[in-house]
C-alpha cells in the first residue's frame, strides 16, 4: 500500500528557513504530481505548490512565490518542499500530497509536519 | 479569505441528513472545473471523500454524495453517525490564479 511518509515536526525562529520531506513508499513516486498544503491551527487548507517528479518541473501559488521551493530525489523516492524567511504566520501543519491527473484532485495525503516559528 | 464559499458549521442528529453547499465563481467550478470533497477527522490529514463532482472512491460509504450544478456543488451525508463529525473541505481548480484551491470548510456536528 502506498503512503507518503513525512519528516518530523520542526521549531524555527524568525527568518530561518525549513525543509520538510515526502517519501513515497511503493514504485510510484514517477506516476504522479506532487502537491504541498498547508493548514494553520484552526485554519483551512491553503494549497502551496506542486512538482513533477520525473522532470523536476513546479508551479508554486502567487502567495508563496519565491519563498517557496520544491525538489526531489528520484533515487529515494523523496519530495522537498523549502520554505524561507519564515515569519510566525508560517507556523501550520505541511502537508504533501498525491495529485490525480485525470480529475485533478489528491488523492493520497502524507500525514502533515508541524513547523512552528518561534523566538 | 477561500476562493470557495462553504458554510462554517452544519448539524444533525443521528440518521438525518445534512448537505454542505459549495460555491465558486467563473474562474472555478463556474468555468467548469469539477468539484472534490475531504473529511477531515480531528488532528488527520484531510481523506478524499469524493472526487469529479459526484465519485466514491473505494471505501467510502455510499452514505455520502455529491452533486453540481453550475458554480455550486453540494455534499450530502445521509444517515448522520457519530463518527461522522468532522470538517470537510471542497476543492476545485481556478483559471485566473492558476492554482487549486479550496474552500473554507465546514464543521459537521452530530447532536
Known amino acids: 500500500q502506498v503512503q507518503l511518509v513525512q519528516s518530523g515536526a520542526e521549531v524555527k525562529q524568525p527568518g530561518a528557513s525549513v525543509k520538510v520531506s515526502c517519501k513515497a513508499s511503493?514504485?510510484?513516486?514517477?506516476?504522479?504530481?506532487f502537491h504541498w498544503v498547508r493548514q494553520a491551527t484552526g485554519q483551512g487548507l491553503e494549497w502551496m505548490g506542486w512538482?513533477?517528479?520525473?522532470?523536476?518541473?513546479?508551479g508554486y501559488a502567487q502567495k508563496f512565490q519565491g519563498r517557496v521551493t520544491l525538489t526531489r530525489n528520484i533515487s529515494s523516492s523523496t519530495a522537498y518542499m523549502e520554505l524561507s524567511r519564515l515569519t510566525s504566520d508560517d507556523s501550520a501543519v505541511y502537508y504533501c500530497?498525491?495529485?490525480?491527473?485525470?480529475?485533478?484532485?489528491?488523492?493520497?495525503w502524507g500525514r502533515g509536519t508541524l513547523v512552528t516559528v518561534s523566538s | 479569505q477561500s476562493v470557495l464559499t462553504q458554510p462554517p458549521s452544519v448539524s444533525g442528529a443521528p440518521g438525518q441528513r445534512v448537505s454542505i453547499s459549495c460555491t465558486g465563481t467563473?474562474?472555478?467550478?463556474?468555468?467548469?472545473?469539477?468539484v472534490h470533497w475531504y473529511q477531515q477527522l480531528p488532528g488527520k490529514a484531510p481523506k478524499v471523500l469524493i472526487y469529479?463532482?459526484?465519485k466514491r472512491p473505494s471505501g467510502v460509504p455510499d452514505r455520502f454524495s455529491g452533486s453540481k450544478s453550475g458554480a455550486s456543488a453540494s455534499l450530502a451525508i445521509t444517515g448522520l453517525q457519530a463518527e461522522d463529525e468532522a470538517d470537510y473541505y471542497c476543492?476545485?481548480?481556478?483559471?485566473?490564479?492558476?492554482?487549486?484551491?479550496f474552500g473554507s470548510g465546514t464543521q459537521v456536528t452530530v447532536l
Open positions: 500530497a498525491r495529485w490525480e491527473g485525470s480529475h485533478w484532485y489528491f488523492d493520497l
Open positions: 511503493g514504485n510510484t513516486f514517477l506516476s504522479s504530481d
Open positions: 512538482m513533477n517528479p520525473n522532470s523536476g518541473d513546479t
Open positions: 467563473s474562474s472555478n467550478t463556474g468555468a467548469g472545473y469539477d
Open positions: 469529479g463532482n459526484n
Open positions: 476543492q476545485s481548480y481556478d483559471s485566473s490564479l492558476n492554482s487549486y484551491v
